[in-house]
């Protein structure tokens, strides 16, 4: 298995952009959770699911950020739009419902300028 | 919400020599306690974890304690090597919430030759 898949690994934007970060989740893991880690506040969580399902959004910082799970197989996590506060790296993890540790993908460090 | 407290943020140690780093939690109900190690640029990987009712678990160098009662829980690894070098992160969870893990701050530790 291929493990927790992030994509970009860097992302570079000017503030104001639209920036979008995606996650591949290991197979037959049911539970997906995107974490946001500054110096500042440490790792953060800010939503996570369940069965493609919005379970807690409650991390969320504002408005423009958004997060979706189509299926299965692919999360989105959305900003729109980016302020230079949002520099960080975002991890996703995955877990099996039946198993607690959860799996970090390698992060996408994001810059807005 | 939950809330984990963790000390110290930095640690330095001579080689051979042993680390504790020490967590509080602040929810009762949490059930499971992982740590988490972190290199440099990448991303946190599960280390040990240890369950409610379970007072220690020891994996080689490496061992974990809790106390309900408490409700605190340590890191102990012995025989520190500089490839134990990195940063630690304590978690909170299982208190009905898919697991959802609340985490420290974080304890740099630097093992010196």
């Known amino acids: 298995d291929a493990g927790v898949i992030q994509s970009p690994r860097h992302e570079v934007t000017e503030m104001g952009q639209e920036v979008t970060l995606r996650c591949k989740p290991i197979s037959g893991h049911d539970y997906l959770f995107w974490y946001r880690q500054t110096m500042m506040r440490g790792l953060e969580l800010l939503i996570y699911f369940n069965n493609n399902v919005p379970i807690d959004d409650s991390g969320m910082p504002e408005d423009r950020f958004s997060a979706k799970m189509p299926n299965a197989s692919f999360s989105t996590l959305k900003i729109q739009p980016s302020e230079p506060r949002d520099s960080a790296v975002y991890f996703c993890?995955?877990?099996?419902?039946?198993?607690?540790?959860?799996?970090f993908g390698p992060g996408t460090r994001l810059t807005v300028l | 919400g939950e809330n984990v407290e963790q000390h110290p943020s930095t640690l330095s140690v001579q080689e051979g020599d042993s680390a504790v780093i020490k967590c509080t939690y602040s929810d009762s109900a949490s059930n499971y306690f992982p740590w988490y190690k972190q290199e440099l640029g990448k991303r946190p990987q599960l280390i040990i974890d240890i369950r409610s009712n379970v007072g220690e678990k020891k994996d080689q160098r490496i061992a974990v304690t809790l106390n309900k009662t408490a409700k605190h829980f340590s890191l102990h690894i012995t025989e520190t090597q500089p490839e134990d070098s990195a940063v630690y992160f304590c978690?909170?969870?299982?208190?009905?919430?898919?697991?959802?893990?609340?985490f420290g701050t974080g304890t740099q530790l630097k093992v010196e030759l």
């Open positions: 978690a909170a969870g299982g208190a009905g919430g898919g697991n959802k893990l609340t």
């Open positions: 993890a995955t877990r099996r419902d039946s198993y607690n540790e959860q799996f």
